[in-house]
């Protein structure tokens, strides 16, 4: 089965770029989703397909998508930035959804 | 305002069954696969399974297979998660989750639904 690998935590400081990888064998060739997570609500779509962002997500959100390694970066990291952050891509070899481990950001 | 609001959950058996409902406003049902997805106690988000617009092409991760069914009835706007011969490893609040479309991720959640497997 394919397989997602995060960091499982990041600390950063406020001001500061935070940059969380997704690893995955020629991930480059598959469309790649990022998703906030805080405790107690639902996931929110913050990048969709590779670098895309959904409307009323901040410009402070990118992302990009090569080889092995999909990227997420958030520039000027702030308080409210703090959640779990996951990668979501679909596997068309078994036709499943898999997403990362997902990475804890701590905004410190 | 696009709503998926969530019903069902609760405390099962294992070996029981549960069934979880998410019912969709705001957009044309019909025109948007459908997902669910988990996140067990202390554990990261796992797809569970996906439907297509029709109802006609489903597929499950490995871990529910054989023993959870999606269904969906456009005319309700509603998706369905069946689950039978339920585990404790099935403890977990599971989401539904609508598709922008193809490459689009899922662009709306539900607001989760607690499943708790224990005798």
């Known amino acids: 089965s394919y397989v997602l690998t995060q960091p499982p935590s990041l600390s950063v400081a406020p001001g500061r770029t935070a940059t969380i990888s997704c690893g995955g064998d020629n991930i480059g060739g598959k469309s790649v989703h990022w998703y906030q997570h805080k405790p107690s609500q639902a996931p929110v779509l913050v990048i969709y397909?590779?670098?895309r962002r959904p409307s009323g997500i901040p410009e402070r959100f990118s992302a990009s998508n090569s080889g092995n390694t999909a990227t997420l970066t958030i520039s000027g990291a702030e308080a409210g930035d703090e959640a779990d952050y996951y990668c979501q891509a679909w596997d068309s070899s078994s036709d499943h959804g898999v997403f990362g481990g997902g990475t804890k950001l701590t905004v410190l | 305002e696009v709503r998926l609001v969530q019903s069902g959950g609760g405390v099962g058996r294992p070996g029981g069954s549960l069934r979880l409902s998410c019912v969709v406003s705001?957009?044309?049902?019909?025109?948007?696969?459908m997902s669910w997805v988990r996140q067990g106690p202390g554990k990261g988000l796992e797809w569970v399974s996906y439907i297509n617009w029709n109802g006609r092409i489903r597929s499950y991760a490995d871990s529910v297979k054989g023993r959870f069914t999606i269904s969906r009835d456009n005319a309700k706007k509603s998706l369905f998660l069946q689950m039978n011969s339920l585990r404790a490893e099935d403890t977990a609040v599971y989401y539904c989750?609508?598709?922008?479309?193809?490459?689009?991720?899922?662009?709306?959640w539900g607001q989760g639904a607690l499943v708790t497997v224990s005798s």
């Open positions: 397909h590779d670098f």
């Open positions: 705001g957009l044309k049902f019909e025109d948007h696969d």
């Open positions: 989750a609508r598709e922008g479309g193809y490459n689009y991720g899922y662009v709306s």
